[in-house]
């Protein structure tokens, strides 16, 4: 009985050491996007897979959710390709934007298919206006608008103003580390740590 108990313990607590490592981690390669020059440029392009991307000097909000993860070793391109490919109904492309199948250049980079993935692979937590409630290393999405979709991750930096924990985004500059986290209305709040971390 002791040994299984050391086991669950032991388990438990490489789980969470995992989970402190992964944070800091991601937090910083969210961070580094914020020192550089991105023009804000949605044109659909041909990219490679795996390990695609866009022209380093261009970008969404999608892609500084994507450069942050893939900094780390993580290809959300691939991850999300394969499972679209797999469970194509799953997520809103046909919905949103008629697509009736795959789009490796495209597809990982539309926030409704990140939230899908996050959602299916990650944990979805509650959406809240208490700020306590948003731990570093969370992927938040917005609707700006009421119509416009949008990506950030949280960080362990807190504005002395507000209390709130400080946001990297793109919302149509550059990635940007800033205190905008109930700017606009929330529609979604995911943590996912990929299986394979750490190396």
Same mark, same amino acid.
């Given at each position: 009985?002791?040994?299984? +108990?050391? $086991?669950?313990?032991?388990? +438990? ?84 934007? $008629? ?22 692979? $990650? ?9 306590? @409630?948003?731990?570093? $290393? ?17 960080? @362990? ?8 924990? +400080? ?11 800033? @205190? ?20």
């Amino acid at each position: 009985m002791k040994t299984i +108990l050391l $086991g669950i313990f032991l388990s +438990l607590y490489s789980f969470m050491a995992i989970g402190e490592s992964f944070t800091a981690d991601i937090v910083s390669a969210a961070i580094k996007r914020t020192e550089y020059s991105v023009r804000y440029d949605g044109a659909y392009i041909a990219i490679p897979y795996p390990n695609g991307d866009v022209p380093a000097d261009t970008g969404v909000c999608t892609d500084v959710i994507i450069r942050s993860y893939r900094a780390l070793g993580t290809d959300l391109q691939k991850l999300v390709y394969e499972d679209m490919s797999a469970n194509f109904n799953a997520y809103p492309s046909k919905r949103i934007w $008629g697509s009736s199948k795959t789009d490796k250049n495209i597809d990982h980079r539309r926030v409704p298919n990140l939230q899908t993935f996050f959602g299916r692979y $990650g944990e979805s937590l509650a959406i809240s206006s208490e700020q306590q @409630d948003y731990q570093a $290393g969370d992927i938040v999405t917005w609707m700006i608008a009421g119509k416009l979709p949008h990506i950030g991750l949280v960080t @362990d930096q807190i504005s002395s103003r507000t209390g709130n924990p +400080l946001i990297v985004h793109n919302v149509g500059e550059r990635p940007k580390l800033e @205190d905008m986290l109930f700017t606009y209305q929330i529609s979604g709040h995911y943590r996912f740590i990929p299986q394979h971390y750490p190396q």
